[in-house]
């Protein structure tokens, strides 16, 4: 099973950028589906990007055009490139693996209860 540790968080004003590091051990990020996800409290927590390791990514609607998901295969790294951040960006920022990526490709793949692999998190805080 692998595991996950974020990093990148931090605190910026509306229009600024992040990037949001995952870094994996345990297993290769390529045998994984790899996602990130955040939550706010009081929130449901929300799918914002996928990286299958195919060449193909997945992003919800409200973060298309603005965040880029990618991988490092020799860092065994996957990056959240996060640009035009906006205050409804403020979230904690979770990484997840799912060791079968076959997950990747369903309709669920932004389903929470298919990932058994969960980093701890960083906070990403946006202000107007």
């Known amino acids: 099973q692998v595991q996950l540790v974020e990093s990148g968080g931090g605190s910026v004003q509306a229009g600024g950028s992040l990037r949001l590091s995952c870094a994996a051990s345990?297993?290769?990020?390529?045998?994984?589906?790899i996602a990130w996800f955040r939550q706010t409290p009081g929130k449901e927590r929300e799918g914002v990007a996928i990286?299958?390791?195919?060449?193909?990514?997945y992003y919800a609607d409200s973060v298309k055009g603005r965040f880029t998901i990618s991988q490092d295969n020799a860092k065994n790294t996957v990056y959240l490139q996060m640009n035009s951040l906006q205050p409804e960006d403020t979230a904690m920022y979770y990484c997840?693996?799912?060791?079968?990526?076959?997950?990747?490709?369903?309709?669920?793949?932004?389903?929470?209860?298919?990932?058994?692999?969960w980093g701890q998190g960083t906070q990403v805080t946006v202000s107007s």
């Open positions: 345990g297993d290769t990020i390529s045998r994984n589906c």
């Open positions: 997840a693996g799912a060791g079968i990526r076959a997950i990747c490709y369903t309709g669920s793949r932004f389903s929470g209860s298919n990932y058994n692999s």
């Open positions: 990286n299958t390791g195919g060449g193909t990514t």
